[in-house]
């Protein structure tokens, strides 16, 4: 037909082609896209670093379970509950030993708590030591504000770190608890676990 410019077949298929290419590009772009924003939304509104949210009830009749790992030097991990607590743990002197506690409670975890006391003797003598034993609060926790129906999270972790000593001039050791609340006030304790210097 005179005026008409008429397209080859194989013109006309590698057309084809890349209009099918663009089109599947856009869509995986599209469901990425999609992804991203549904990953991001989720991230954007869960309270929680760890454990999962839940509503706060207005009472809540379980007891919190409490852990407490106890990093030491050199990569080795003692744990304590409250049914099985060690009564002491030791690490070589100046070593730095990193306390992490969690607590957990499906319907919601108040505060977890370190209680620290430090005794420090001079010598080898045990008559000259100071022990002003746990205190009159934690020396580290992480509370939730939060109220019956609000949002809470199951669980709730604290850490904080010691050092040991022991020489001929003294020595530095640590007793430690951990205590977990739930948001009717029941409270679990480790009892207490002293660390100490080899």
Known sequence: VRGHAI???ERLET???????????????????????????????SPCSVGRAVTIPANDVT???????????GGKIASATPAAPPAKVTAPSD???????????????RDVQLWIG??????????????PGLG???????????????????????????????????SVSHEVSVRGINFSGQEVRIPIIWVEAQ
Do not use: W
């Open 7 to 9: 397209e080859r077949p």
């Open 95 to 109: 070593g730095t030993v990193t306390l992490i506690a969690k607590a957990t409670d499906p319907d919601g975890v």
């Open 118 to 131: 430090t005794r420090s003797c001079s010598g080898t003598d045990s008559a000259a030591c100071t022990n």
């Open 15 to 45: 057309r084809r082609y890349y209009m099918q290419q663009r089109n599947y590009f856009r869509l995986v772009r599209l469901t990425l896209g999609l992804l991203c924003l549904a990953t991001l939304g989720a991230c954007a509104t």
């Open 63 to 73: 007891q919190p379970l409490v852990v407490l790992d106890l990093h030491l030097p």
């Open 136 to 170: 009159g609060k934690p020396v580290a926790s992480n509370r939730d504000p939060g109220a019956p129906g609000q949002v809470g999270c199951t669980e709730r972790l604290v850490s904080h770190n010691i050092v040991v000593k022991r020489s001929s001039a003294g």
